[in-house]
């Protein structure tokens, strides 16, 4: 069975910067994509950003374009998300999780398996 475990959340003013690392542990790991989602008190969980574990493809949420970058060490097991010029509206607990498959990338029941989550706080 697969596991996730995110690292690298934190307190951080407006501005800064972050890097989020999800490490997969389990046997045989072999997964479409895996993802990034956000979830702030009282809100939905929210899609971040997605890349496909072959392949250059990456997916982006409006709001985090030219913001936040999603990366993949495949010999690691390990996807990452640098997160720049944070904004206070970004603070919200970050969940990685992995799954997917052609055409659906972009929602929670996309996925199977999620990490326990990291929180991220921007101040102002």
């Known amino acids: 069975q697969v596991q996730l475990e995110e690292s690298g959340g934190g307190l951080v003013q407006a501005g800064g910067s972050l890097r989020l690392s999800c490490a997969a542990s389990g046997r045989s790991f072999s997964v479409y994509a895996m993802a990034w989602f956000r979830q702030a008190p009282g809100k939905v969980r929210e899609f971040v950003a997605a890349i496909r574990w072959s392949g250059d493809v990456t997916y982006y949420e409006d709001f985090v374009k030219g913001r936040f970058t999603i990366s993949r060490d495949n010999a690691k097991n390990t996807v990452h998300l640098q997160l720049n010029s944070l904004k206070p509206e970004d603070t919200a607990v970050y969940y990685c999780?992995?799954?997917?498959?052609?055409?659906?990338?972009?929602?929670?029941?996309?996925?199977?398996?999620w990490g326990q989550g990291t929180q991220v706080t921007v101040s102002s």
């Open positions: 999780a992995a799954g997917g498959s052609l055409g659906a990338i972009w929602y929670p029941s996309d996925y199977d398996v």
